[in-house]
């Protein structure tokens, strides 16, 4: 039951954004969260930055970054609700420094996803099936530049081998996209599908991915087969000295390679950009040229073609 005012804003604020066509799962789970707070301490008049104070910091071991976020989070739902209600308060932009920010990514070698690869294949795996899904998983990540959420989201009839092609179907964005498969893919994947269907008791999931018990790959599975794994990457050190490579590094290993063959090979980057973006199913181009600055090669192609293009053949001149 909707108990208090903000709660029930909060629901007219989420269908609002649905209609028009966003999915913003994490906004409203944020956002039913503090309209739950709201309620819990009593509190049935509209929105103030105090309020919205309180639930940011509610906890000591938040981190700046998610104090932020929820902020931010609350600061979007005042703008919109404060045109029908003239008391809600709007938090001040900022109170907690910027909300959004890219984390370097870990780049992989191909040498180090066989690693990873070979690791998987040998998890502990009752009926089989894990030890096949999970390095099948992690090739398709390398060979795809999918989101691991979306690698296991696949449906049987989504992986077309006979062509060679695999659609992603409605996920980030509610964009479908086809993505074309290399041989060598197609041929691994022919070979997993034969050893799944032989090790599995049970047909009535129809994903692509699957797991022990015969039902279907989730991330959560998937990210934790990594933390398990990962540390066979590490040589003479027996911790990371920065965070620990994740799932989505590979997708972002993927774009970064992509880019570095062009580069290398001297193609304009700026002519081929919109099919890697569109082929990583990016709404923004910028989000796909972010990937120039995800090594320091990329940095260093991209300062010196910038530098070429500004200065032509006389170079960088510096004055005293």
């Given at each position: 039951?909707?108990?208090?005012?903000?709660?029930?804003?909060?629901?007219?604020?989420?269908?609002?954004?649905?209609?028009?066509?966003?999915?913003?799962?994490?906004?409203?789970?944020?956002?039913?969260?503090?309209?739950?707070?709201?309620?819990?301490?009593?509190?049935?008049?509209?929105?103030?930055?105090?309020?919205?104070?309180?639930?940011?910091?509610?906890?000591?071991n938040y981190s700046r970054w998610y104090m932020a976020r929820r902020m931010e989070t609350v600061?979007?739902?005042?703008?919109?609700?404060?045109?029908?209600?003239?008391?809600?308060?709007?938090?001040?932009?900022?109170?907690?420094?910027?909300?959004?920010?890219?984390?370097?990514?870990?780049?992989?070698?191909?040498?180090?996803?066989?690693?990873?690869?070979?690791?998987?294949?040998?998890?502990?795996?009752?009926?089989?099936?894990?030890?096949?899904?999970?390095?099948?998983?992690?090739?398709?990540?390398?060979?795809?530049?999918?989101?691991?959420?979306?690698?296991?989201?696949?449906?049987?009839?989504?992986?077309?081998?006979?062509?060679?092609?695999?659609?992603?179907?409605?996920?980030?964005?509610?964009?479908?996209?086809?993505?074309?498969?290399?041989?060598?893919?197609?041929?691994?994947?022919?070979?997993?599908?034969?050893?799944?269907?032989?090790?599995?008791?049970?047909?009535?999931?129809?994903?692509?991915?699957?797991?022990?018990?015969?039902?279907?790959?989730?991330?959560?599975?998937?990210?934790?087969?990594?933390?398990?794994?990962?540390?066979?990457?590490?040589?003479?050190?027996?911790?990371?000295?920065?965070?620990?490579?994740?799932?989505y590094d590979i997708r972002h290993s993927f774009a970064c390679n992509r880019l570095l063959g062009?580069?290398?090979?001297?193609?304009?980057?700026?002519?081929?950009?919109?099919?890697?973006?569109?082929?990583?199913?990016?709404?923004?181009?910028?989000?796909?040229?972010?990937?120039?600055?995800?090594?320091?090669?990329?940095?260093?192609?991209?300062?010196?073609?910038?530098?070429?293009?500004f200065y032509g053949d006389r170079g960088v001149i510096y004055e005293e």
């Amino acid at each position: 039951m909707i108990s208090n005012l903000i709660s029930r804003q909060v629901e007219e604020y989420i269908s609002y954004k649905k209609g028009l066509g966003y999915q913003i799962k994490i906004e409203s789970e944020e956002l039913r969260r503090f309209a739950k707070y709201t309620a819990a301490i009593d509190h049935n008049g509209s929105l103030t930055e105090d309020i919205a104070f309180q639930w940011a910091t509610l906890k000591p071991n938040y981190s700046r970054w998610y104090m932020a976020r929820r902020m931010e989070t609350v600061r979007t739902f005042a703008k919109y609700i404060c045109v029908f209600d003239p008391m809600t308060e709007v938090p001040p932009k900022g109170m907690f420094g910027k909300c959004h920010g890219r984390t370097t990514p870990y780049i992989f070698t191909k040498e180090e996803v066989s690693i990873l690869m070979k690791a998987a294949s040998e998890l502990h795996s009752p009926d089989g099936l894990r030890c096949r899904t999970i390095p099948t998983a992690i090739g398709l990540l390398w060979s795809t530049g999918m989101r691991p959420s979306e690698v296991c989201q696949l449906m049987n009839k989504d992986v077309d081998l006979n062509n060679g092609h695999i659609t992603v179907r409605e996920t980030k964005f509610s964009k479908s996209r086809t993505l074309p498969l290399h041989e060598t893919t197609v041929s691994k994947l022919r070979l997993y599908v034969e050893d799944r269907d032989k090790l599995r008791k049970d047909f009535s999931d129809q994903h692509f991915l699957i797991m022990t018990g015969s039902h279907k790959l989730a991330l959560r599975n998937l990210e934790y087969a990594l933390q398990v794994i990962r540390d066979n990457l590490l040589t003479e050190t027996k911790e990371w000295n920065r965070r620990p490579p994740r799932l989505y590094d590979i997708r972002h290993s993927f774009a970064c390679n992509r880019l570095l063959g062009w580069l290398k090979s001297g193609i304009n980057v700026d002519s081929k950009i919109l099919y890697l973006s569109t082929y990583l199913g990016h709404v923004k181009v910028a989000d796909t040229y972010w990937y120039l600055t995800g090594t320091p090669e990329l940095m260093e192609f991209a300062t010196k073609s910038f530098e070429k293009f500004f200065y032509g053949d006389r170079g960088v001149i510096y004055e005293e």
